[in-house]
């Protein structure tokens, strides 16, 4: 079993500022039946949930563009196209992304389909994304989104052509790895994609 192969020596807080950043001293059991010591410093970020919404009859699909620190340090403008998502808080997956929804866009859904589970980057975060799609209804948007100012979050919400939308996927207008996940999920198991007359 896996767990029989490591074995946490130490756990090292280095800051706790957001969410804990530590070092970690771990033995794993290699192959030839040595212990081998190894550190990393690991984010210990907390899991969310992340739902892109769809409209199967305008093929359409609701992003949110908001503004990334990790994606300006390396080299974009920050300002990412996203599905929907949020951290968690002890809510249930499915619940968060219902939550997160009407902050964020301002659409009621009222049921959302499970797609996968993810770590977002294991070899430095303990964060686990759960990923969902859902169906939205124009009729049912309850003001203009934008999420919790006290939160930091300034969000604009923009409706997109499902077609458009993957396309920015190919030109690098959507990088953002759960989005770009959903979107291929959608073409391949939903909407499909309209070839040009």
Request: with cysteine; hydrophobic share 40%.
């Amino acid at each position: 079993m896996a767990e029989d192969r490591i074995r946490i020596v130490r756990e090292d807080i280095l800051s706790d500022d957001y969410y804990p950043l530590k070092k970690v001293t771990y033995a794993q059991l290699r192959k030839d039946g040595s212990w081998q010591e190894q550190q990393r410093e690991v984010y210990d970020a907390a899991s969310g949930a992340a739902v892109l919404l769809y409209n199967r009859e305008r093929r359409t699909v609701v992003l949110t563009r908001q503004f990334r620190l990790g994606a300006r340090l390396n080299g974009s403008d920050g300002f990412l196209l996203e599905a929907t998502a949020g951290v968690l808080d002890g809510a249930p997956p499915d619940e968060r992304v219902k939550l997160e929804a009407r902050e964020e866009t301002s659409y009621e859904i009222e049921q959302v389909t499970p797609v996968m589970q993810l770590f977002v980057s294991p070899g430095s975060l303990t964060e686990r994304i759960h990923l969902f799609v859902a169906e939205y209804d124009p009729a049912r948007r309850c003001g203009p989104g934008g999420g919790k100012a006290e939160e930091g979050e300034d969000i604009e919400v923009l409706e997109l052509d499902f077609d458009d939308a993957l396309a920015l996927i190919e030109t690098g207008g959507i990088v953002d790895a759960k989005t770009v996940l959903l979107l291929l999920h959608l073409e391949r198991k939903v909407l499909g994609r309209h070839e040009a007359s």
